[in-house]
């Protein structure tokens, strides 16, 4: 056997010891007391009513038969004797004893052994924690004191102990409840136990789906219930979650004297289930129902968050008989749970959906904004072609034109030069003329007798004589300097001659 597991035994040895030493104190006072010793002593079938303390006493007795008698099939063997004791209340002086019993604490013994080492960690919840500590039963004077640290310890050690939950605003109520009754670390492990076995932590995870269900159960039950005050919740838009959040997060702690608190906590650790809470809120809200109806949003939150506490003030065995007299069918609440969880799959389902659409959204967006930027690149490109092909096509008629221009200078130039030659034609012919004349001239003067030459020298016929015979066209300076030079040529021949 290992050292851990001798530890285990041997704390789990003291435990029940501790119980068995608190069992034995409780049976002593009980057999010292005279009135108990009377009690005892009395006939089952006296005629003479009870007093309170006799009641008490009694209560008392029969607690600690059941505690004697406990094992771990006693839920099933003593169910019938707790249940009618769990309505009147358990005794104040062995409530801690009966909770560590019913939250099957003495399974815990590795928890008590835990519990030093996690104290002094270090929390990542510990700014939230003090800051939410002060908020706590500002107004008991246990929390005023050393309750503080001990609430703070607890609640630290179980952040660590499920990291998962870590810290929830509420878990403090709970807490402060266990605290007023038993020590720090028989706190801590019924708190595990609550957490694990009774699903509170279900409540406190960050998606509390748990509580989402039970608020929703809560709304089915106050339709069939109180229907009126159902039609009106819905008219104000007043839904559970506003008023009645707190009622699962705390067992209401939060709303109800500590007294009725501890009543709720004593059915809630025997019965291990929410009916209890279910059926608490139903006869709050059939008490003051007149009243609700009567008040919009602002004016119910003042009345659960004064009025309520202020009527049942000293109030707790009216408020529990209410309680108790509300009945709910299990077989709906079932199918309501069933209703619930098929809808949320639904939900989910459709989420998941949703996400994956938005996902693909996503994808289609960016591939969207993708081919917008390539649509814009293409359009800068198809702007600067058109820009480009319009330049050229400017660029093309300034061609055409010039080359229109340059067509009609070149047909200019053809007709120029055809006229030229024309009349470099007519002036050879003209020329060829007078050459002819010249020698049938020449031919004339020396059949006269007459030297040509001397005749030609002393002869000079002017140019106006033939500007004046001969009407000749009009010859640029080119065709001019030819004829001249033609003529130079002739005159030349002629002196040779």
Not at 118 to 143: A, G, M, N, V, W
Not at 309 to 331: H, P, S, T
Not at 400 to 414: G, I
């Amino acid at each position: 056997m290992s050292q851990e597991t001798c530890h285990l035994c041997t704390a789990g040895t003291v435990y029940e010891e501790h119980l068995v030493h608190l069992l034995q104190e409780q049976n002593r006072q009980l057999e010292s007391d005279a009135k108990a010793r009377t009690f005892l002593k009395q006939d089952s079938t006296q005629s003479n009513p009870k007093t309170a303390d006799e009641i008490a006493e009694e209560n008392a007795i029969a607690w600690l038969d059941i505690m004697k008698k406990w094992d771990h099939s006693a839920r099933k063997k003593l169910r019938s004797q707790v249940n009618q004791l769990i309505d009147r209340g358990v005794p104040n002086d062995l409530r801690a004893l009966i909770w560590m019993v019913l939250a099957n604490d003495s399974n815990k013994s590795h928890l008590r052994l835990k519990y030093p080492e996690l104290i002094e960690q270090t929390s990542p919840c510990e700014k939230l924690i003090k800051r939410d500590i002060s908020r706590t039963y500002p107004d008991h004077k246990f929390f005023k004191e050393q309750g503080q640290e001990a609430l703070y310890n607890v609640i630290k050690a179980y952040s660590l102990h499920d990291r998962e939950v870590g810290y929830c605003q509420g878990s403090p109520f709970i807490v402060g409840l266990l605290l007023l009754q038993m020590p720090e670390e028989e706190a801590f492990c019924v708190l595990v136990e609550l957490m694990e076995h009774y699903r509170l932590r279900e409540f406190f995870k960050p998606s509390m789906r748990e509580l989402s269900l039970h608020l929703y159960i809560l709304s089915e039950l106050v339709q069939e219930h109180l229907p009126e005050l159902h039609t009106h919740f819905k008219a104000q838009g007043f839904h559970p979650t506003t008023y009645a959040s707190q009622w699962f997060l705390t067992l209401f702690a939060t709303l109800l004297p500590l007294n009725a608190v501890f009543r709720i906590m004593d059915i809630f650790l025997w019965e291990q289930t929410f009916d209890i809470i279910f059926q608490v809120g139903i006869a709050l809200l059939k008490e003051g129902k007149d009243h609700l109806l009567t008040q919009d949003i602002e004016g119910m939150l003042q009345y659960f968050q004064n009025t309520v506490y202020k009527n049942y003030l000293g109030a707790e065995d009216e408020l529990v008989q209410a309680a108790r007299a509300i009945k709910l069918d299990q077989k709906k609440m079932k199918k309501l749970k069933i209703v619930y969880t098929n809808e949320k799959e639904k939900e989910s389902a459709e989420l998941e959906e949703c996400k994956r659409l938005s996902f693909e959204n996503s994808v289609l967006c960016q591939r969207i904004q993708s081919l917008e930027l390539e649509t814009s690149h293409l359009a800068d490109k198809l702007i600067k072609g058109q820009v480009s092909r319009a330049e050229e096509a400017e660029e093309m008629f300034i061609i055409k034109r010039e080359l229109v221009a340059l067509r009609r200078h070149d047909s200019e130039l053809n007709e120029k030069l055809i006229e030229a030659t024309r009349r470099n034609n007519y002036l050879d012919a003209k020329l060829n003329n007078i050459c002819r004349e010249n020698e049938a001239l020449r031919q004339a003067l020396s059949s006269l007798g007459h030297d040509p030459l001397q005749f030609i020298e002393n002869v000079e016929i002017p140019n106006c004589v033939f500007a004046k015979d001969v009407r000749l066209p009009r010859l640029d300076s080119t065709s001019t300097h030819e004829v001249e030079k033609k003529r130079e040529i002739e005159r030349e021949k002629a002196r040779n001659t």
